[in-house]
């Protein structure tokens, strides 16, 4: 059980110095490492291990346990890890201090095993810390604008780890222990204000993470700065860890008898939970339909799908929490695919701005194909991952009498399509600018973790049973009813879902349509302008169309979708940064003036104690 | 079985049939509500036999590739719609799941234009998707109304409802979503005035002015399949489906119809006015039906 942190953090290390040795060690080293901690978590499968070691900090037990909770966590974390460091091989090149960057990719990862391996909460909040602080080091690793970011971020993480500590110490004054199953055990006869009070302190630290709404205002800058492949760890995952934070107390440690009886109808804990979800859902959504830079896009779209994974989780029903269940695995798969595709991009052209991009279709094939496949299941078309968990999560709050949750979770997908069909279009489609017409293909180290991202999206959506039945596996073990789940979706009296079937009705239109084509008259390739000009010539990069693509539209919305709570944060911070200046003009230099603070302050003291005592 | 597969191959084939008789109808009637004579009510099939056998032109395989994709989705869709008591695959995921599939129509087609560097693709993929957007927010809510009401997502489950305690247009409070959907249809099926999209005179057709011969032969078939989806999907949820074919064409074409004549008589609307418009009274109405349905009823 402790080979798992102590290999990813003794890799991390080794890493760096095989770093100061040879550079092409170092790579080698960072990637059979990662991979090789893939196939370590593999085998823990289905296991249920808990183990503790009373050599750990102050002489407090430290507790590693592995459940399948922790499991689908632990595999998504190493699988996204190896696959970054397999992507940074050729976009970290040539980079300065690259050394730094990989032990501190690996020290993420690590850290992010650790926290969900823990099962005590000190060790809980140690990881969360080393997490934390890689992650800033990681967002500012670009320097110039990156470091306010990475300010932003450590500013707003902070926050939450105080609120996380006052949690643990106020746990550990009421149980006495730091362990998870003791807390736990010890919570289920408190009042149920304390368990509110707990919740909520935990809800901030987690919601930091998670960047649920208003919580958020970190990731959009976080993003845009930070290295595309730690972009795709940070989207893919890291905020996850958020979620399951969140999972951890609501459904381990509280129990989800104990949480359904927090409150009752609207107001209840899960129900705010899922009202602040769906907010999260649409409003980031058409934010992400405003914005020009592609990560800034993905970025807010991160935040609106997260909003998908809680209100699933939240709204706790069997099928919504599989459906949000789900969407964390789905969300873990595309996002970090789309991610690399524009990294991929980026890498090629120097340029995420999407007013500016064009017609790569035909220069980056798998990149165009790998971006499809990562939007259509980002939108959850049929026959992709995120169709399924959508669907999961649609019909449970629609049968459950939620209808508005569920009104707020379909037009966060209109909205969906909005933006990533920008996305694929103003990088892949329409005309290519004269600037990128010798724009080489993404190299064979992008492209291996495209093409298995893209794999995974659609071998699970196909056969969702797979992931689906660990994720059940997860759902019995929390309390919830077991789903009758089948290799192509699920069974039920209510509505069933047959993924087979659509398969096999796109497959047979599909061969149907493409043999009927074949046998129309013969067509011609030609190329893009020629059918435009008609011949004629056309002024190249005159008329590039896709530039402010839904500029119509965009005018509409724009006054409505402000960031108003980062204007809001950026108030406080400005006015506590201008209070402190005028605080600091106390210190004048001048001893005269420290001598009458003293006085004065003596003066205060003797008034104060002449009040109190007469 | 062998019924079923009967049905499987009788749906499409169907559904083609009337959509293509409706797209002749529609020249015919606007032709004589603006006193002309109109084309032959067949015009549509002879232009699809003769583009089909014509040479074209292609930008590369996403050209080829996002037409079938449309053209295939299409398919899809009409089997998992009820058609007239023939339900080839209703039960594989319901009303949400043909939402979802309805998406591969105008994706594929945007990607298939894509490849082109014609503007005037570009501005019609666009306007495409921010009209979908404008009119999938009141369709949303109606459908979410009638989810919420017959307590499933199954369609063919809601058609049969209907059967037992009337249509679902003639009782309250659903007439009012009713009434929300028939506003949003010309916008479903690209009448006027929400022809923004293909807008002959500004932008030549839009997404679709670069296809010749076959490529604009499958679309023709493609569209046919459109129209028949927007209808059939309200005449089942709204009107009760039917329970025979004929029966289900009768109650399409009164509809169809009703839309030809707002289509002959209406200027378009400019596409943020459009935005407008459907965002306005239709979501009004939808919600209303929808906070009618799950507080009152």
């Known amino acids: 059980m402790e080979i798992l942190p102590l290999m990813a953090f003794g890799g991390a290390i080794i890493t760096y110095l095989l770093g100061k040795i040879s550079h092409r060690l170092r790579d080698g080293f960072a990637v059979s490492v990662s991979w090789l901690l893939v196939v370590l978590v593999a085998f823990f499968y289905g296991t249920q291990v808990c183990t503790t070691y009373y050599s750990g900090f102050f002489g407090l037990p430290f507790i590693l346990r592995m459940n399948s909770l922790s499991w689908l966590f632990a595999i998504m974390i190493a699988m996204l890890g190896a696959l970054s460091i397999t992507f940074s091989l050729s976009y970290m090149k040539g980079r300065e201090k690259t050394n730094f960057y990989y032990l501190m990719m690996l020290l993420v990862n690590a850290s992010m095993l650790g926290v969900v391996l823990s099962g005590d909460l000190v060790s809980f909040y140690i990881f969360w810390e080393i997490m934390s602080w890689t992650t800033f080091l990681l967002i500012s690793y670009n320097r110039g604008p990156a470091i306010a970011a990475g300010m932003k971020y450590i500013v707003m993480s902070i926050i939450g780890s105080i609120s996380m500590l006052i949690g643990i110490f106020s746990l550990y004054a009421s149980y006495g222990t730091f362990d998870m199953s003791g807390v736990g055990a010890g919570i289920a006869s408190a009042s149920s204000g304390y368990i509110l009070f707990i919740l909520i302190l935990f809800s901030i630290t987690f919601g930091i993470k998670n960047a649920i709404m208003p919580l958020h205002t970190w990731l959009p800058d976080a993003h845009s700065e930070a290295p595309t492949p730690f972009s795709a760890v940070l989207s893919g995952i890291l905020i996850k860890m958020g979620t399951y934070g969140l999972l951890l107390f609501m459904y381990v440690i509280v129990g989800s008898k104990l949480l359904f009886s927090l409150g009752s ?77 524009v990294g991929a991009v980026a890498y090629q052209t120097k340029s995420r701005d999407l007013n500016s991009l064009g017609g790569l279709a035909k220069r980056m094939p798998v990149t165009f194909i790998a971006s499809l496949i990562g939007i259509f299941a980002l939108i959850g078309i049929p026959l992709t ?58 190299p064979l180290s992008m492209q291996i973790p495209m093409v298995i991202l893209s794999g995974g999206i659609l071998l699970f959506g196909i056969l969702p049973g797979i992931p689906l039945k660990v994720i059940n596996g997860i759902g019995t073990s929390l309390g919830f009813e077991s789903l009758s ?83 809001f944060y950026n108030w406080i911070a400005k006015g506590a940064r201008e209070t402190f200046d005028h605080v600091r003009h106390l210190y004048t230099g001048d001893v005269g003036h420290y001598a009458i603070y003293i006085v004065l302050f003596l003066a205060f003291l003797i008034l104060v104690s002449l009040v109190w005592f007469l | 079985m062998i019924w079923e597969t009967v049905e499987i191959i009788a749906t499409p084939v169907l559904a083609f049939l009337i959509g293509i008789f409706f797209l002749g109808l529609s020249r015919k009637i606007m032709a004589r509500i603006h006193w002309r004579y109109g084309p032959p009510i067949t015009q549509p099939i002879i232009d699809i036999i003769k583009l089909f056998y014509q040479r074209s032109v292609s930008h590369g395989v996403i050209f080829d590739m996002g037409v079938l994709l449309s053209l295939a989705g299409s398919i899809a869709v009409v089997l998992l719609i009820p058609l007239g008591g023939m339900h080839a695959l209703s039960s594989s995921g319901g009303l949400l799941l043909i939402l979802y599939i309805m998406l591969l129509m105008p994706l594929g087609v945007a990607l298939s234009s894509g490849e082109g560097a014609n503007p005037n693709i570009s501005i019609g993929i666009s306007r495409k998707l921010i009209l979908s957007l404008g009119y999938e927010v009141p369709l949303i809510l109606i459908l979410l109304t009638l989810m919420t009401r017959y307590n499933t997502i199954s369609i063919a489950e809601i058609v049969s409802q209907q059967e037992a305690t009337g249509w679902a247009m003639f009782s309250v409070p659903l007439f009012i979503s009713g009434i929300a959907y028939f506003l949003i249809l010309p916008a479903i099926l690209g009448l006027k005035p929400f022809d923004v999209v293909s807008a002959l005179q500004e932008i030549s057709s839009g997404p679709e002015v670069e296809y010749g011969g076959k490529y604009l032969a499958l679309l023709t078939i493609d569209h046919a399949f459109a129209l028949f989806i927007g209808i059939a999907l309200f005449v089942d949820l709204f009107l009760g489906g039917a329970s025979n074919p004929l029966f289900f064409f009768i109650k399409m074409l009164l509809v169809f119809i009703l839309c030809l004549f707002i289509n002959a008589v209406f200027p378009r609307f400019r596409i943020d006015q459009a935005i407008k418009y459907l965002w306005k009274w239709p979501t009004a109405l939808a919600l209303a039906g929808l906070i009618a349905t799950s507080f009152m009823w």
């Open chain 1, 485 to 567: 789940v089948t290799m192509g979706g699920y069974t039920s009296e209510t509505g069933a879902l047959n993924i087979i079937n659509i398969l096999a009705v796109m497959v047979v239109a599909g061969v149907l349509v493409w043999l009927f084509f074949r046998a129309g008259g013969k067509s011609k390739r030609v190329a893009q302008v020629s059918s435009y000009g008609a011949g004629a010539s056309v002024p190249t990069d005159k008329y590039h169309y896709t530039a402010e693509f839904y500029d119509p539209f965009s005018r509409m919305i724009k006054p409505y979708f402000r960031d108003v709570i980062d204007d």
């Open chain 1, 265 to 341: 109808g609207i107001l209840s804990f899960q129900y705010i939970l899922c009202i602040i979800a769906s907010i999260t859902i649409v409003i980031p959504t058409f934010i992400a339909v405003l914005q020009t830079d592609a990560k800034r896009v993905l970025a807010w779209s991160s935040i609106g799908q997260v909003g998908y994974i809680i209100l699933g989780i939240a709204f706790g029903t069997s099928l919504s929490f599989a459906g949000g269940m789900f969407h964390f695995f789905n969300h873990a798969l595309f996002k970090a695919l789309l991610f690399f595709t």
């Open chain 1, 385 to 442: 991952n995120g169709f399924v968990s959508k669907w999961l999560i649609y019909k449970s709050l629609i049968l459950e009498g939620s209808p508005f949750l569920a009104f707020a979770a379909l037009i966060g997908t209109w909205g969906t399509i909005l933006y990533s069909y920008k996305l694929i279009h103003n990088m892949f489609l329409g005309q290519l600018p004269e600037k990128y017409k010798n724009v080489k293909k993404a």
